[in-house]
């Protein structure tokens, strides 16, 4: 396995640590908002559970996700048994391509720029890796699993309905498995993010596909760990299987709190407001510092360039006190980028503009 990206950054965040007026960490997307009151409510009102809670979660949570993905997404269809909690999105993410049976020899392709647990998953799989967004250059041979990410994290970059359906059908044709990572669906700015469950894109029917959903940045849960996957039955319905014998299960304090923000837009609409706000501070003060911010009409990060290496651009801003993430975490697309989270208070976000207006 590789080293752990966030590692490398010790030395420009000792640099952003020593100004006078402290650190701005933008650097990783970890929510620093309150937990809403009615998720820290059903929490507190489950915590006498001595007994094992369920693999498969609560039918109350299941329900809640298959509502909330119809009110909140238009996906519609999905039928409460075909959810399946995890532990977060990001456990899911790193061993799903082994509970699916990925091997040694097999291929599983990932975005040229992409969370770096895609890539992780497959090596811990033994797969091989192949970065693209093109399908007709991966030759007439399926891979085992395709990832799409959509709005895309580091990019913020969002797929159109039409280029969702076009991946879908070449990965049904050869029986690639698309897992498509929509937890940043609800955050759309300039442009509105569909999953690959919506019909438009698949067609009606969820063959061949799964949904990963989290909740740590709509509902500040990150602490809580809690995600679901959903889209084909047969394909749940096995993940379902090997989770219980792996003992992978949502505490059940944390299927109650997540069916409780599955359930409540209110705190949804209050934190995508908080983002938005942050955003419409922070790209403009980027912009006139001299930098170029491309894509980024969705999602939690500004993906930003000064025409530089990453690696320069972060210790120019460490320098300022702003701890950024270079792009080459991402792929080495991103050699000359660097990604800039908007989870920082109002105060840090604040700070961040004055440094960058000095």
């Known amino acids: 396995m590789p080293r752990f990206p966030w590692d490398s950054l010790a030395t420009a965040g000792e640099t952003a640590r020593a100004h006078p007026d402290g650190i701005v960490n933008l650097s990783v997307g970890t929510p620093v908002d309150p937990v809403p009151d009615v998720v820290r409510a059903a ?3 489950a915590d006498d559970s001595p007994g094992y809670p369920a693999t498969h979660g609560t039918p109350e949570l299941r329900a809640a996700a298959a509502a909330a993905l119809a009110r909140r997404h238009g996906v519609h269809g999905v039928a409460p048994e075909d959810v399946l909690p995890t532990i977060g999105s990001k456990e899911f993410v790193a061993w799903l391509p082994s509970l699916l049976g990925t091997r040694p020899g097999d291929t599983v ?11 992780a998953g497959a090596r811990l ?3 091989e890796i192949v970065r693209t967004e093109a399908t007709h250059s991966l030759g007439p041979a399926g891979p085992a699993v395709l990832w799409l990410n959509s709005p895309s994290n580091p990019t913020g970059r969002v797929l159109p309905a039409e280029h969702l359906r076009k991946v879908v059908d070449w990965a049904r044709e050869r029986g690639t498995v698309v897992v498509s990572d929509e937890c940043y669906l609800a955050l759309g700015w300039e442009a509105e993010p569909v999953s690959v469950l919506d019909p438009e894109v698949c067609g009606g029917s969820f063959e061949g596909l799964l949904a990963v959903h989290s909740l740590s940045k709509t509902s500040n849960f990150a602490g809580y760990r809690g995600g679901f996957v959903t889209g084909d039955p047969e394909l749940v319905g096995e993940l379902l299987e090997l989770r219980k014998h792996a003992g992978m299960i949502v505490p059940r304090p944390v299927q109650d709190a997540m069916t409780a923000a599955l359930s409540d837009d209110e705190h949804l609409r209050e934190q995508r407001a908080r983002y938005a706000a942050r955003r419409e501070r922070l790209r403009p003060a980027l912009e006139e510092a001299g930098f170029r911010v491309d894509h980024s009409v969705a999602g939690l990060y500004l993906w930003a360039s000064r025409e530089e290496d990453a690696w320069q651009t972060v210790r120019w801003l460490a320098e300022r006190g702003i701890l950024v993430a270079p792009g080459t975490f991402y ?7 660097v990604r800039i989270a908007l989870t920082a208070s109002d105060e840090r976000i604040e700070a961040a503009v004055r440094r960058l207006r000095e």
Request: aromatic share 8%.
């Open 43 to 45: 929490l507190r009102a």
């Open 109 to 119: 392709v990932i975005p040229e720029l992409a969370y770096p647990t895609y890539e």
């Open 125 to 127: 799989a033994g797969a």
């Open 331 to 337: 792929g080495p697309e991103g050699q000359r980028h």
